[in-house]
């Protein structure tokens, strides 16, 4: 968009540099490092690209979409994949409960290959944590069994149904 070469400024944005640098120059601080430190919650457009390419690059990002809501009073247990009885409308025991079920529910439903258990966790962490900005989801342990608190199955009960998506496209600013 902009290079510069042989110290001459060249590229597809050369003639918008001034009305960038002054629009830059006219910015307070605040609303400068808003822009530098939250870019993808200050430019739509630079969202959507970061959400598209999040989603079809990640089958775990996508499995949060699709699945998954956030709640901060809610706490999941991580679970196993456990086949379900013959009978039984799921998949895996409790996929509509437990994380890791509903993972590898979905993994198989699209054909992607789902990681481990252990894998799992790590990942999931990391993803919302790093990747998605979500600090508030955390990890605990109870009798040995992993739990995450901040997430929920969307399909665990009818009052989340209706919920936000993780990955919002739309946000107001003010």
């Known amino acids: 968009m902009i290079k510069l070469e042989n110290g001459e400024v060249n590229g597809l944005w050369k003639s918008y540099l001034p009305g960038l640098v002054n629009w830059v120059l006219e910015m307070d601080t605040k609303k400068m490092r808003e822009y530098l430190l939250d870019t993808y919650e200050k430019v739509d457009h630079l969202r959507t690209v970061r959400n598209s390419i999040l989603l079809t690059s990640n089958n775990l990002v996508e499995w949060l979409q699709s699945e998954v809501v956030q709640s901060n009073d809610a706490v999941s247990a991580v679970g196993k994949k456990i ?58 342990s109870k009798k040995g069994r992993p739990f995450i608190r901040g997430l929920v199955i969307r399909n665990s009960d009818e009052k989340f149904k209706s919920s936000d998506t993780i990955l919002p496209e739309r946000k107001s600013h003010q």
């Open 83 to 140: 086949p379900a009885p013959k009978d039984s409308k799921e998949r895996y025991v409790n996929s509509n409960f437990h994380l890791y079920a509903s993972y590898c529910t979905y993994c198989e439903d699209t054909g992607s290959k789902p990681v481990g258990q252990k894998r799992f966790i790590s990942l999931l962490l990391d993803c919302c944590k790093n990747q998605l900005g979500m600090k508030e989801i955390s990890q605990f």
